[in-house]
């Protein structure tokens, strides 16, 4: 049985097959309100956490998703060249306000360290004393704990430049492999051994095994791009021209500094914490750790250094929220290389991507199919439009005259009808549940195509399980990085509303700006000032060797700084996965997994943009209104 994968009319629209037949619902799709989906999360509603992590931005009541625009390709706290004085945010998360009171709408926020160029006097003092500065492009921030016109500020400065919007992942990553502190200072070796259970044995063993279990591969940072975020045709994975690719680096840079040998930081010379703790576990000043971070918990560094014998030698990397990790107890990774194509005229639509490991390509003769050679995966197929059926599974024709089965491919093709955003020439965004496949269009030229990893549940209600919603949304909010569970809950996502601002006790538990709140200790404020000398993570169900019988990430565990997350119903989000490389696999709680290439490049092409030294923003009138994104089987 003989059939066409598309028409033959511009950009190849499809006849109706049975795989292509979910397609031609695009054009209804296109009429539906997200708002029917409001209540819906990434996981199931009684499992979503009550806050959750560094960006986390709930609103006085319970809003969540937060944030939306695109990203510079430069770093993100990096404001314009502006004659204009500058101001700069001293706490871990602060409010964008519309108007200089904290009662008006939430447009965004910013993180420590920004530097955006500000009014020179205050529009007014209400309930802020430092007074309420206007900031670029639009918006207030109020003076006093969440922001500072001394530009001098040491935690100014010991925040470092921000993420970087460059790469594919804005931080260097980590998975922690064994449970531990996190440090306010540098310890001595004799608090280190008081904080950390069996440390001595734990030291012995790393010293042994260190070549071996702190080895990276290739990740998304090798990957060349342009200023687009696009990977550079004909350059080799880890082919960075002067740039150092991950298995040239030493350890220190692995884990966000400089070289191997970059000293203390000031703020932290002489044993002593100059400045204060602006993570939101809080803990006494005499404190020597803030919270413990469990097992398979991703952390994000923004540098590291060494110490001597007087703290066991060990190197300790510096987290977003300026507390300090032991490496000895962390693996650097470099997340998935995966990424998708771009679409020109040479490479178009149709195609396919080989989503299984043992592929074959299919010869075709009397009505009998024979396999032909194996077929690389995730191997990109031009296709010719053609399709065959042989008992009961189709297969399709590529341009190399063979043929692939339904069976081992995802498909990447043009819809028979186009939805009212393709007609009026607006970017838009498409995903299909049953091919794992997304695809970018503007108006009806398709410009990039690639894998990911929905709902396992697949076409299952998304009410009830951890299906991805259908439907056409636009996208609510945008935010560089936030931290979700391995879950992929989220504060600020979880919820109905889309306001943003800077995490608030106002409502139930106080939000952690260093983890989600399933990881939080419910020990009161201050116990970690008390060092549990045999604490470590209870068993659980499933636990096995990491990287080996556990993908990293699993479980219910901090995923600090998931990067790149584009909400566009509550809790249902694009977002990048650094924990894991099954894209064109059915594996996430709901929201669509990608590489963090991917994740990357569709941030940045997405709209409105991310001003620059936000961190996050709300769409709509202000800002802009979000992208289209139209979800289907």
């Not at 539906?32 to 931005?57: E, N, T």
């Not at 003076?143 to 100014?156: E, F, K, R, Y």
């Not at 925040?159 to 992942?169: D, E, I, K, S, V």
Request: net charge positive; proline share 8%.
């Amino acid at each position: 049985m003989g059939g066409l994968l598309s028409s033959g009319k511009p950009r190849g629209a499809l006849r109706s097959t049975r795989a292509a037949r979910p397609v031609l619902r695009l054009a209804r799709l296109a009429a539906l309100s997200s708002a029917a989906f409001g209540a819906l999360a990434c996981q199931k509603p009684a499992d979503a956490p009550a806050d959750a992590g560094p960006a986390a931005v709930a609103d006085d009541a319970g809003a969540a998703a937060i944030e939306a625009a695109a990203a510079q390709p430069a770093s993100a706290v990096a404001a314009p060249p502006s004659d204009k004085p500058l101001l700069g945010v001293t706490s871990f998360v602060a409010t964008v306000y519309k108007e200089p009171r904290d009662t008006s709408k939430k447009l965004g926020y910013l993180r420590v360290g920004s530097r955006v160029p500000r009014s020179a006097e205050p529009a007014g003092t209400a309930g802020c004393p430092g007074g309420w500065y206007a900031i670029e492009p639009r918006g207030f921030l109020c003076v006093g704990q969440d922001a500072t016109l001394d530009l001098d500020d040491p935690i100014l400065k010991a925040a470092g430049p921000g993420p970087n919007l460059r790469t594919a992942l804005p931080y260097r990553y980590g998975f922690v492999r064994a449970v531990l502190p996190l440090y306010l200072r540098v310890p001595t070796a004799e608090e280190q051994r008081k904080s950390e259970f069996k440390l001595d044995e734990h030291l012995a063993w790393f010293e042994e095994n260190k070549a071996t279990v702190q080895r990276v591969i290739l990740g998304a940072n090798d990957v060349p791009l342009d200023e687009r975020g696009v990977p550079l045709p004909g350059k080799r994975l880890g082919e960075l021209g002067l740039g150092k690719n991950s298995l040239e680096l030493g350890e220190g840079a692995l884990f966000g500094g400089e070289g191997d040998d970059d000293p203390i930081p000031f703020w932290l010379e002489g044993r002593k914490r100059l400045i204060r703790n602006i993570s939101d576990f809080k803990v006494p000043d005499y404190a020597v750790f803030a919270d413990r971070a469990r097992r398979f918990t991703g952390l994000s560094f923004i540098g590291s250094f060494p110490t001597g014998p007087e703290s066991l030698n060990r190197r300790f990397a510096i987290t977003t929220d300026l507390r300090l990790a032991p490496t000895t107890k962390v693996k650097p990774d470099t997340g998935s290389p995966w990424h998708g194509v771009e679409l020109n005229d040479q490479l178009t639509l149709p195609l396919a991507f080989v989503r299984s490991r043992n592929a074959r390509d299919v010869q075709i003769e009397g009505g009998k199919a024979t396999p032909g050679k194996d077929l690389p995966f995730r191997e990109v197929i031009p296709l010719t439009g053609r399709m065959r059926r042989v008992e009961g599974v189709k297969y399709y024709r590529t341009k190399d005259e063979r043929y692939v089965s339904q069976l081992d491919v995802g498909l990447a093709i043009a819809p028979s009808a186009w939805p009212a955003v393709a007609e009026k020439g607006e970017k838009w965004i498409e995903v299909s549940i049953q091919h794992q496949t997304l695809v970018l269009w503007e108006g009806k030229r398709p410009v990039y195509a690639t894998l990911v990893s929905t709902g396992q549940a697949g076409m299952a209600d998304p009410k009830t399980s951890t299906a991805t919603v259908r439907g056409a949304f636009r996208i609510r909010n945008k935010h560089i990085t936030a931290t979700m569970d391995s879950n992929e809950s989220s504060s600020v996502g979880g919820r109905a509303d889309t306001t943003a601002e800077a995490p608030s006790s106002s409502r139930g538990a106080k939000p952690d700006k260093g983890g989600s709140s399933k990881e939080r200790s419910s020990k009161k404020p201050g116990a970690a000032a008390k060092p549990e000398a045999g604490a470590k993570a209870p068993p659980r169900k499933g636990d096995g060797e990491y990287g080996v019988t556990r993908r990293r990430g699993e479980g219910t565990y901090a995923l600090r700084d998931v990067p790149y997350i584009q909400y566009f119903a509550a809790g249902y989000a694009l977002h990048a996965a650094y924990w894991h490389d099954v894209f064109g696999t059915p594996r996430s709680h709901g929201c669509i997994n990608m590489s963090p290439i991917d994740a990357h490049r569709v941030f940045m092409w997405t709209e409105p943009q991310v001003p620059p030294g936000w961190h996050a923003i709300n769409t709509g009138e202000e800002l802009g209104e979000g992208t289209t994104i139209i979800i289907h089987e």
